[in-house]
């Protein structure tokens, strides 16, 4: 009796194991290759675990990937630095706001002109990948702006080559911008995790082809928490 009583604590200890690694893979997976973009916003139950990185934030799961990928990088001479992480919906409507606001006084631009800019770069609110934690721009320490200049350079050439070793791809791709609907952006990289961001890498595709190509559509709009309900 007692024996069966053992065998039985014994095989509901390892369903349960097999239970939580099941439903802990998926979670990560689905939270890992989401897309967000115009058509599939941030979804509004969307929790992330975020850890300083710097005196920035990203999502605890991209921590040890993005480290090693600094570190590897500084062992070839290459000094990248974090120039964005996690950013709330306050913050990228915040940060739209000082855009528009800068072409309209700086450069003249209309309003209409001076949105229409400010769209290419900046996601509207809760339509940024920044919001998921996931996204992260990188620059370095010798081309520190937002210009597409830093492609030509060794760090921007280091990170497009190298950024997939780590599970991240540059997310907005020069031949690609009328999938993504986003302009050229050599120092937007996102998180997929090192196979996919190998599959994409060796396709030649972006994460829009590559959702609609392996996943159904209502997969993409599923966020962690409804999974874990
Ligand atoms: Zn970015």
Same mark, same amino acid.
């Given at each position: ?95 739209? %706001?000082?855009?528009? /606001?800068?072409? +309209?006084?700086? !450069?003249?631009?209309?309003? =209409?002109?001076?949105?229409? #800019? &400010? ?78 961001? %190998?599959?994409?890498? /060796?396709?030649? +595709?972006?994460? !829009?082809?590559?959702?609609? =190509?392996?996943?159904?559509? #209502? &997969? ?10």
């Amino acid at each position: 009796m007692r024996m069966t009583y053992k065998l039985l604590t014994k095989a509901t200890t390892y369903i349960m194991i097999l239970f939580l690694f099941i439903l802990t893979k998926g979670i990560t997976n689905d939270e890992m290759l989401i897309l967000i973009n115009d058509q599939n916003p941030v979804p509004n139950n969307w929790e992330v675990e975020l850890v300083n990185f710097g005196r920035l934030k990203i999502a605890k799961i991209i921590e040890d990937p993005l480290t090693k990928l600094f570190e590897q990088a500084k062992s070839e001479g290459i000094h990248l630095i974090l120039a964005s992480g996690y950013r709330s919906k306050k913050k990228q409507e915040e940060n739209r %706001k000082n855009n528009i /606001d800068f072409l +309209i006084k700086t !450069e003249k631009m209309t309003l =209409k002109q001076a949105i229409e #800019e &400010t769209n290419r770069y900046f996601a509207e609110p809760g339509k940024s990948e920044h919001e998921t934690g996931l996204a992260v721009d990188i620059l370095s320490e010798d081309f520190n702006r937002f210009d597409e200049g830093f492609a030509d350079t060794d760090a921007g050439k280091w990170v497009a080559e190298h950024g997939p070793e780590f599970g991240f791809i540059i997310r907005y791709p020069k031949d690609k911008v009328d999938t993504t609907g986003k302009a050229y952006e050599p120092w937007h990289l996102r998180y997929l995790g090192k196979k996919v961001a %190998k599959e994409i890498t /060796d396709e030649g +595709i972006c994460l !829009e082809e590559w959702h609609t =190509k392996n996943l159904k559509k #209502e &997969t993409l709009l599923i966020g962690p928490k409804q999974l874990k309900n």
